[in-house]
C-alpha cells in the first residue's frame, strides 16, 4: 500500500458517521441494493443493515462502483431483531411512509443517532417494521407519482442527514469515531488485499501497520503465512 492510498482510507474512515445507518427490508433488486450502498458509502455511512427477502442477496459490483468494499452490511433475521440492535445503540428509528402522522423528512434531526428504515420495491415497508418504527417521514411530492425508487428516496434523506451533520462539524472529527480495531481491520484488508486474504484463511491475526501503511510483523508471522 502506497502512503498516498493509506492516508486516503484514513481520511475517509475519519469522516465516517457510524451512529447514521439505513435498514432495507425486504429490498429485493441488486441494482437498486447497489445503488443504495454506494449512495450510503458517499454520506459516510459505515453500515448497512438489511432483511433479505432471500438467504442471501447479492449486489452489483458494477453499479456500487467498490462501494461494497468500504461500506459493511449486517443482515437479521427479522425486522424486529434490525430494529432492536439499532435501538439498543440508542438510534431514532424513523420509516418512510405517507401515514397521518408522518412529517417532512426535513423537519428530523439527523445529528442524533439515526436508523432510516427502506421498503421493497413492490409492497413498500411492512407493518410489522411501520410498529417498530419512532416516526414516519415522507419526501413531499406534488406530481402524480407518490412514491420514488428505493436508492433515489435513500439519497435525498441520506444527503439531508449529511447536510445537517457538516454544518454540525461531525465530519470533521480529529480522530474517527470507529473503533480502533475496526480501523486497523479496515486499514489491513484494504491497503493489503492479497495478504489479508492469506492470514484470514490460516486463522492469524493481522499485524500492526506503520505510519506509512507499511506490515510489521515478525518472522514467525511471515512464516505461518509463507507455509503451505
Known sequence: ???????????VLKARQPDLTLLLEQVHKPNNVSAVIRTADAAGVHKVHAVWPDEKMRTLSHTSAGARNWVEVETHDTVADAVRELKSQGMQVLATNLSDSAVDFREID??????????????GITQDALS??????????????????VSVASALILFEAQRQRQLAGM??????????????????????????????????????????????????????????
Do not use: C
Not at 502506497?2 to 481520511?11: K, V
Not at 427502506?118 to 409492497?123: C, P, S
Not at 418504527?133 to 425508487?149: E, F, H, K, Y
Open 171 to 228: 465530519y470533521d472529527r480529529e480522530y474517527s469515531a470507529l473503533p480502533q480495531e475496526t480501523i486497523h481491520r479496515i486499514l489491513f484488508e484494504r491497503g493489503h488485499p492479497v495478504l489479508a486474504k492469506v492470514a484470514k484463511k490460516k486463522g492469524l491475526a493481522y499485524p500492526a501497520l506503520d505510519e506509512q501503511g507499511q506490515v510489521v510483523a515478525d518472522e514467525g508471522w511471515w512464516g505461518e503465512m509463507q507455509n503451505k
Open 1 to 11: 500500500m502506497n502512503l498516498e492510498r493509506y492516508q486516503r482510507i484514513l481520511e
Open 132 to 149: 417498530e418504527a419512532d416516526q414516519d417521514i415522507i419526501i413531499p411530492m406534488v406530481g402524480m407519482v407518490q412514491s420514488l425508487n
Open 110 to 123: 439527523y445529528t442524533k443517532p439515526t436508523a432510516i428504515i427502506l421498503g421493497g420495491e413492490k409492497h
